[in-house]
């Protein structure tokens, strides 16, 4: 990565990108394409994504007009976003997919190279088990040419506990041969201080992504936040239909922009889990549901022997349920006989 970034050069006319400015040529002025790009749609796709509810209270747009411009968006996109697809069609468009490393080859060789993009993974166990250093880790190896384990792209964070320290991303680029400040500057990073923030600032990278510049976005944690702004049973329904609408907006963008969506979650004591399902040791992730059926990919990270770490995977649809060791390093996650 010397020199000009690797994530400069992006061919958008692979990208799969349909801009939202090219519904012009479809009858629709540029003054209701500028409030669509207000309300943060950017591309033609997140505008079939939104609910005609939620389009129609945008300022100035009523029913009629919400129809003509979903109508003109399906036919830009027909028959993709209009119908079923074959197969080997859905085989064709998942060609894009890219895996990006860990930093620990067995946990790369357990999910069959490295999380994948257009998928949302979620990490979740105690604390010191190394989430937060994966999410660093992958920070930097995203930015990596392929034939190394990255995607050549830029990553967006979302902090919601102030745990993102450019010095780790410095000292985890040197064991990679990357310049330190070129990686830091790579990496788009918001500090979320509430929920509303955070939803918010997952619809405001929404034009970030539109540019193809990007291949990772972390979120590190999910549910601190809404865990302390909902409070009490009486809030807990509120509280897990906000999560799952964020979830579900971070699985579209993972599809559309084609992003690993790296999200780090708390546990919680169950300590009926044990008697009732075998192998379970009593810590599950925050969240419930709502977290569980938009994640793809599911890994519980927890403590091994001396500095070892050990990662299982929970759940996913093209992996089998199998662990991995790893240590954390200066340089990030690593193998144990790394050193």
Not at 19 to 42: P, R, T, V
Not at 206 to 232: C, E, H, M, P, W
């Amino acid at each position: 990565m010397g020199g000009d970034s690797v994530v400069d050069d992006v061919e958008d006319d692979e990208s799969g990108i349909v801009d939202i400015e090219d519904l012009q040529a479809h009858g629709i002025n540029a003054s209701d394409i500028s409030k669509l790009k207000q309300s943060g749609i950017h591309t033609v796709p997140s505008l079939l994504y939104a609910t005609k509810k939620k389009l129609c209270k945008i300022k100035g747009f009523s029913e009629t007009k919400v129809e003509k411009i979903v109508e003109a968006g399906k036919k830009m996109l027909e028959p993709s976003a209009t119908g079923f697809q074959t197969g080997s069609e859905i085989a064709e468009y998942r060609k894009r997919c890219i895996r990006i490393s860990t930093g620990s080859k067995q946990l790369d060789v357990a999910l069959n190279g490295g999380f994948q993009t257009m998928s949302v993974n979620e990490v979740y166990g105690e604390f010191r088990c190394g989430k937060t250093q994966m999410a660093h880790t992958m920070a930097v190896i995203c930015q990596l040419p392929r034939e190394m384990g990255g995607a050549e792209g830029k990553v967006a964070w979302i902090d919601t506990e102030g745990t993102f320290r450019p010095e780790r991303i410095a000292e985890i680029a040197e064991r990679f041969g990357v310049d330190g400040q070129q990686a830091q500057d790579n990496i788009m990073v918001a500090r979320a201080y509430n929920s509303e923030i955070q939803c918010e600032m997952l619809e405001t990278l929404a034009q970030n992504f539109a540019t193809n510049q990007y291949r990772l976005l972390i979120i590190d944690s999910l549910i601190s936040l809404f865990k302390t702004d909902y409070v009490g049973r009486g809030e807990l329904q509120e509280r897990q239909s906000t999560i799952s609408l964020f979830m579900r907006r971070a699985a579209q963008m993972a599809d559309e922009f084609n992003l690993v969506v790296f999200i780090t979650n708390q546990v919680m004591s169950d300590p009926g889990a044990s008697a009732l399902f075998a192998g379970v040791d009593g810590r599950k992730p925050a969240g419930g549901h709502a977290v569980a059926h938009a994640s793809t990919t599911r890994l519980l990270l927890r403590k091994g022997r001396g500095e070892e770490r050990v990662a299982k995977i929970i759940d996913s649809p093209d992996c089998p349920e199998r662990e991995a060791t790893y240590i954390i390093t200066t340089g990030g996650i690593n193998d144990p006989n790394a050193l």
